[in-house]
């Protein structure tokens, strides 16, 4: 395989170039992280599991119109994308209490919420992502108004979808990340979904059993990260109660 040039590497995926201009590769690691690094291990299939998983998720937003970066999926760990200029805000869609917030006004987890609530964090891991305003975001030119009105619309969109997806399959839809990009095209310029959707930035629990099928289990110590990933993969019909995770292909590097 021939050497490709990275362009970025964060804590759970790296970027390659891509094979044509404006589009990327996307590489899924098996890395598990939490409290922005503080905590890592090195966790196999992990990745697979995520980069499946996401492809699912956004090819089903792709096609109900809900704009994203994602092309095709490469293999089992790398995801063709389009290159978008990330917008540095982490968008975060509650529907129950839960972690921070659970925490920050001592509200019992596992409530729900009166309404599904939208905050924005600043994607800094030396400041642990701040949560921060639209006051802040407009002042320091993070993203204008307009900007900002359509990343809410394009996060409650897909909090519309993902819950109906997830229910369908007996899973409660906690709290989910998005990230969120400019696009260009010619002289135009839309924001668009980009990075992942996965259990890595979603609260997933069983409705049942209230068992946590995300990276909660990382963070609590809980163990069975990639049991819990392989459920929520087996229950979408992306992969057999059988399957087990497989490395695939890795990039030279």
């Known amino acids: 395989m021939s050497r490709r040039r990275r362009i970025y590497e964060g804590k759970g995926k790296v970027l390659y170039e891509g094979p044509e201009p404006g589009t990327l590769i996307q590489f899924f690691k098996d890395d598990a992280t939490a409290f922005n ?4 291990d090195v ?15 956004f090819e089903h937003l792709n096609r109900i119109g809900i704009p994203t970066h994602f092309i095709r999926r490469v293999n089992m760990r790398e995801q063709l994308i389009k ?4 917008i540095p805000l982490e968008i975060v869609v509650r529907n129950v209490a839960a972690g921070s917030l659970a925490k920050r006004l001592g509200i019992d987890e596992g409530t729900m919420l009166p309404r599904s609530i939208i905050e924005f964090y600043y994607k800094s891991d030396e400041l642990d992502d701040p949560m921060v305003s639209e006051e802040h975001i407009t002042a320091f030119g993070w993203a204008n108004p307009q ?3 359509d990343i809410m619309a394009l996060a409650i969109r897909v909090n519309d979808f993902l819950t109906g997806l997830f229910m369908g399959v007996g899973i409660q839809l906690v709290d989910f990340k998005i990230e969120c990009g400019r696009l260009y095209e010619g002289d135009m310029m839309r ?20 068992d946590k099928l995300d990276k909660d289990r990382y963070r609590r110590d809980m163990g069975g990260l990639v049991d819990a990933y392989q459920e929520v993969a087996r229950r ?6 059988n399957e087990p995770p497989r490395s695939g292909p890795v990039l030279v590097k």
């Open 236 to 241: 979408l019909g992306i992969v057999n109660g």
């Open 83 to 86: 290159e978008v200029e990330i």
């Open 147 to 149: 900007e900002i009105d």
């Open 191 to 210: 924001i668009v979904v980009a990075d992942e959707i996965s259990p890595d930035n979603c609260r997933l629990w069983d409705i049942e059993t209230q």
């Open 37 to 40: 690094a503080k905590k890592h």
């Open 43 to 57: 966790i196999e299939g992990k990745g697979v599991l995520n980069n499946r998983i996401s492809e699912f998720i």
